[in-house]
């Protein structure tokens, strides 16, 4: 017999369906062919340990002419090609340092603990001048090192919430904070998902139950689906896994086999299991950070909320070349467009792209309010108010 879910792990999908539930065979206008012949990114249940740092130089001319060619790297957990969190972090401050002639490098696959940690001491051995650490569970080792001052090096680091930075993380000279909100960008992605689906069910996979940002785009993905679609009915799953491929694909069929035919994945590396889940099911996907459309196949990606740390990063360096670097919190927001919906997949009628296309502008503009979730009992409350619970 299968082991009994709690609500927070699997709210509004039974046991049964998790094991051995016979997949529904729910089928939406998903494009056979949209973007094929790109490749395939294997799916893996963990990332491996191993770390790969690279190094591009950059020309030296324009970089002289702001006095100092400046040095950048990136440390992150994940893998730099998983076409998620780490890899637009990674690409990001690529393009940021190309933007400035300043050289780039990058460490991948660190994970948490010493690892990572270690290798930004090492940046700062280096003498690079600015350093990302792209994990909030980065955040208590990276303060360690800039506490002791080091001659060179200046630290941006994930910031401790959105909205409520902390002062005492702006070091003048020294470290800064970044922020996310993608709130109102997943509230019109759910907007979207309410006007597609057929069966009226929709579905959230979750990597991580905690997650703040995770938890901020599921609200706003569940406000926009109820105003879109009053008879919506919304399914919630928590893989409990950031890169837990195989554990996702389980879960998001077994969504799948409940009815869902639009799919919101939050996952890092699980977001590959929940594409596969949605391409052998001819299901429509709506992903998180990244760009998927080389690797959709099926052509059932309908979107994605999509963030871009370029604008975040080249504030960072012009800073530094200005002497104002640790003096402010840089936010990506979909109000100032560094977050924002991946292009709709074209199968999809020209009158709901239009409508998709009114309620972001009524969102942006501020007409319409999106309700933030920060922890889970939060969420499971808005839940209820919105009639899903």
């Not at 016979?22 to 056979?32: D, K, N, P």
């Not at 994945?265 to 391409?279: R, V």
Request: proline share 3%; hydrophobic share 40%.
């Amino acid at each position: 017999m299968a082991q009994k879910l709690t609500r927070r792990q699997l709210l509004g999908v039974s046991t049964g369906a998790l094991v051995g539930s016979v997949v529904g065979g729910i089928v939406v206008g998903a494009a056979a062919g949209y973007f094929v012949g790109q490749s395939s990114a294997p799916i893996r249940e963990k990332t491996v340990t191993s770390t790969v740092v690279q190094t591009i130089t950059g020309a030296t001319q324009n970089g002289a002419a702001l006095g100092t060619k400046l040095k950048t790297a990136i440390v992150v957990p994940g893998r730099a090609n998983d076409v998620g969190w780490n890899q637009q972090g990674v690409d990001s401050l690529r393009r940021a340092a190309q933007k400035f002639r300043a050289d780039f490098s990058f460490s991948e696959n660190l994970g948490y603990g010493e690892t990572p940690i270690r290798a930004v001491e090492d940046y700062v051995r280096r003498g690079v001048h600015l350093i990302v650490a792209h994990a909030g569970g980065y955040r208590t080792g990276v303060k360690e090192i800039a506490a002791r001052q080091p001659a060179n090096s200046k630290f941006l680091i994930v910031a401790s919430e959105v909205g409520g930075e902390r002062p005492e993380d702006l070091k003048p000279g020294l470290m800064a904070t970044y922020s996310f909100e993608a709130a109102e960008a997943a509230y019109v992605a759910g907007y979207l998902a309410g006007l597609v689906t057929k069966s009226n069910v929709v579905g959230i996979v979750q990597s991580v139950e905690s997650d703040t940002y995770w938890l901020r785009q599921s609200g706003g993905f569940a406000q926009g689906v109820k105003d879109a679609n009053a008879n919506a009915k919304l399914l919630f799953t928590v893989v409990g896994d950031y890169e837990d491929a195989v554990k996702a694909k389980e879960f998001t069929l077994a969504q799948i086999g409940l009815g869902a035919d639009v799919i919101f994945g939050l996952g890092d590396g699980a977001s590959f299991g929940m594409i596969e889940a949605c391409s052998e099911k001819g299901v429509w996907f709506i992903d998180v950070i990244g760009d998927k459309r080389a690797i959709d196949k099926a052509g059932i990606l309908l979107t994605s909320v999509l963030w871009d740390f370029t604008p975040a990063y080249e504030q960072a360096l012009a800073d530094i070349y200005n002497g104002t670097f640790g003096t402010t919190n840089y936010e990506i927001s979909f109000f100032n467009g560094a977050i924002d919906l991946l292009r709709i997949n074209p199968k999809i009628p020209a009158d709901i792209r239009s409508k998709v296309a009114e309620v972001s502008d009524s969102v942006r503009s501020g007409q319409r309010k999106v309700k933030k979730t920060v922890t889970p009992d939060e969420f499971y409350r808005l839940l209820k108010e919105l009639g899903f619970g």
